[in-house]
């Protein structure tokens, strides 16, 4: 029994240690790193982004918007998030972008506030801008809106928001 006890100590030790490493995932930028959860691709006519968030400090975010295909355009400007409650969140240009494996990236800041209403709401489209060659560069706007019925989103965003930064603070 004795000989078997350091076999099954590296065998817990092997399934233990690849399931802590999973559990979290990060948006690395520069030296910094952003305790993080991905929201999902959005879709438009034209272009396709994918979206993560990211955990600040002090409870305030950021957001990575990343084009869903290479040589898509670089990020120009301020995004609009537009919420299921009829508000927008202007997200903005602090000319953060970066290219990783041919697709353009951008981050931007959330505050504390803007967070607590992404808990309490969807995100059901942004808007944003692209520059480019000819063909990539433009106004685009995509959406969260599953093809299966007008009401339904296809990503809950506000309980991804929840799930990384803890239930809405009360009034």
Same mark, same amino acid.
């Given at each position: 029994?004795?000989?078997?006890?350091?076999?099954?100590?590296?065998?817990?030790?092997?399934?233990?240690?690849?399931?802590?490493?999973?559990?979290?995932?990060?948006?690395?930028?520069?030296?910094?790193?952003?305790?993080?959860?991905? %929201?999902?691709?959005? $879709?438009? =006519?034209?272009?396709?982004?994918?979206?993560? /968030?990211?955990? #600040?400090? *002090?409870?305030? &975010?950021?957001?990575?918007?990343?084009?869903?295909?290479?040589?898509?355009?670089?990020?120009?400007?301020?995004?609009?998030?537009?919420?299921?409650?009829?508000?927008?969140?202007?997200?903005?240009?602090?000319?953060?972008?970066?290219?990783?494996?041919?697709?353009?990236?951008?981050?931007?800041? %959330?505050?504390?506030? $803007?967070? =607590?209403?992404?808990?309490?709401?969807?995100? /059901?489209?942004? #808007?944003? *801008?692209?520059? &480019?060659?000819?063909?990539?560069?433009?106004?685009?706007?995509?959406?969260?809106?599953?093809?299966?019925?007008?009401?339904?989103?296809?990503?809950?965003?506000?309980?991804?928001?929840?799930?990384?930064?803890?239930?809405?603070?009360?009034?």
């Amino acid at each position: 029994m004795i000989r078997i006890l350091p076999y099954i100590t590296v065998f817990i030790s092997c399934i233990a240690i690849p399931l802590s490493a999973n559990g979290q995932s990060y948006i690395y930028w520069g030296n910094k790193n952003y305790p993080s959860t991905y %929201l999902g691709t959005f $879709e438009g =006519e034209v272009k396709s982004i994918v979206l993560k /968030i990211g955990k #600040r400090g *002090s409870g305030d &975010g950021v957001i990575l918007v990343e084009t869903k295909y290479k040589n898509a355009g670089s990020f120009n400007g301020s995004i609009y998030l537009f919420l299921s409650n009829g508000e927008r969140i202007k997200c903005i240009d602090r000319n953060l972008t970066d290219t990783v494996n041919q697709k353009n990236r951008a981050l931007y800041f %959330l505050t504390k506030q $803007e967070v =607590e209403t992404l808990k309490r709401n969807n995100i /059901i489209k942004i #808007r944003f *801008s692209l520059k &480019g060659t000819l063909n990539s560069s433009g106004d685009f706007t995509v959406e969260n809106i599953s093809s299966f019925g007008l009401d339904k989103f296809r990503f809950e965003t506000s309980e991804d928001f929840i799930e990384l930064f803890g239930p809405p603070a009360n009034d």
